[in-house]
C-alpha cells in the first residue's frame, strides 16, 4: 500500500500540474480573444484605405474629340497632367484603340467599314484620392466637358456610388463587430481573472484577518496577473504580426496594410491594463466579501 507521504506528494504533483493547464488554459484563452480583436481593429483602421484604394483604381475615360488638331490635343493633355484633381493620366490613340479592339475580337473589323477606323483616341485618367468622391467627380466631369477638344467623359457611376455605399456598410459591421469583441474581451478575460482567484478566496480572507493591508494582499496577484498578460500579448502579437505577414505577401503590390504598429501597441496595453484591472476588481471582491458569502462562490 501506499504511504500517506507518497499519497501527498502525488496528490500535490496532480495539484501543481492542474494548476500549471488551468494557468496555461487562461493565457491561451486571453491571447486568442486578444488576436481576434487585433485582427478587427486592424480591419478598421485600413477601411478607409481600402475605401481609397478602389476608388482611386476606377479610370475615367475621356474621349478626344476627332475634329480638333493635333496641337489641341497635345496642348490638352499637358494641361490635364497638370490639373490637382489628376493622379495619373494615359493616352490611347485611335490606331492603339483600334489594334486592342482587334485582339478582343480575334478578327480586324476595320475590314468590314472599308477600312475606316470608327474609334477616337482617348485619356484614361486616375484621380487624387480626395477627388474621388462623386461630388468631386461631378465636378471635374463639368469642368472636362466644357474643353471643346473633349468629345466625351465616361466613368462607371453605378460601381463608384455601389463601391462607396457597400464599402460604407461594411465599415459600420466592422465597427460594430469589434466593439462587441472588445466587450467580449473584457468579460472573458475578467472572468477568467475570477475563475483563476477563486481557490484563493480562503487565503485572501485569511491575509486579511492577519493584519495584511489590501495593497499587500494583492501585489502577488497583481505581479501574477502581469507576468500572465505578458505571456498572453506575447502569443498574440506574434499570431497577429504572422498573419499581416502573410496576408502582406498575398496582397503585395495592390494593397500596403497600415496602422500595424498602432495596433500592436493598442492590443498589448489593452490585454495587460484589462488583466491587472480585472485581478485588482476580483482580490478587492473577495476582500470586501463576508466570510459566510464565500463557500458561495
Known amino acids: 500500500m501506499e504511504s500517506n507521504e507518497n499519497k501527498q506528494l502525488k496528490n500535490n504533483s496532480n495539484f501543481k500540474r492542474k494548476l500549471?493547464?488551468?494557468?496555461?488554459?487562461s493565457t491561451l484563452c486571453i491571447s486568442l480573444v486578444l488576436y481576434m480583436a487585433?485582427?478587427?481593429?486592424?480591419l478598421l483602421f485600413n477601411t478607409?484605405?481600402?475605401t481609397d484604394m478602389f476608388r482611386s483604381n476606377i479610370k475615367m475615360t475621356i474621349t478626344l474629340n476627332d475634329k480638333r488638331s493635333l496641337a489641341e490635343t497635345e496642348g490638352f493633355r499637358k494641361t490635364l497632367d497638370a490639373m490637382d484633381f489628376v493622379r495619373e493620366t494615359k493616352y490611347i490613340s485611335k490606331d492603339a484603340a483600334a489594334e486592342e479592339l482587334k485582339k478582343e475580337l480575334g478578327e480586324d473589323f476595320c475590314e468590314i467599314l472599308d477600312g475606316k477606323n470608327p474609334l477616337f483616341s482617348q485619356i484614361?485618367?486616375?484621380?487624387?484620392d480626395e477627388y474621388t468622391n462623386m461630388d468631386s467627380i461631378k465636378a471635374v466631369e463639368k469642368l472636362l466637358k466644357k474643353n471643346v477638344?473633349?468629345?466625351?467623359?465616361?466613368?462607371?457611376?453605378?460601381?463608384?456610388?455601389n463601391a462607396t455605399t457597400v464599402i460604407s456598410k461594411v465599415a459600420s459591421i466592422v465597427l460594430v463587430l469589434t466593439l462587441v469583441l472588445l466587450i467580449i474581451t473584457v468579460i472573458l478575460i475578467n472572468n477568467t481573472a475570477r475563475l483563476k482567484l477563486s481557490g484563493n478566496r480562503f487565503d485572501i480572507r485569511t491575509a486579511k484577518l492577519i493584519g495584511a493591508t489590501n495593497?499587500?494582499?494583492?501585489?502577488?496577484?497583481?505581479?501574477?496577473?502581469?507576468?500572465?498578460?505578458?505571456?498572453?500579448?506575447?502569443?498574440?502579437v506574434v499570431g497577429l504580426t504572422l498573419t499581416i505577414r502573410f496576408l502582406e505577401n498575398i496582397l503585395q503590390g495592390v494593397f500596403m496594410i497600415s496602422a500595424f504598429y498602432p495596433t500592436l501597441i493598442t492590443m498589448a496595453v489593452a490585454g495587460i491594463v484589462i488583466t491587472l484591472f480585472s485581478t485588482f476588481m476580483t482580490v478587492r471582491k473577495y476582500l470586501n466579501t463576508k466570510e459566510e458569502d464565500l463557500y458561495l462562490y
Open 48 to 50: 478607409q484605405h481600402i
Open 20 to 25: 500549471i493547464m488551468a494557468y496555461g488554459t
Open 124 to 128: 484614361e485618367v486616375r484621380l487624387a
Open 215 to 236: 495593497w499587500k494582499i494583492s501585489q502577488p496577484y497583481l505581479k501574477n496577473a502581469f507576468v500572465q498578460s505578458l505571456f498572453a500579448v506575447f502569443i498574440s
Open 149 to 161: 477638344t473633349v468629345d466625351e467623359v465616361y466613368y462607371p457611376k453605378d460601381v463608384w456610388r
Open 38 to 42: 487585433g485582427l478587427f481593429l486592424m
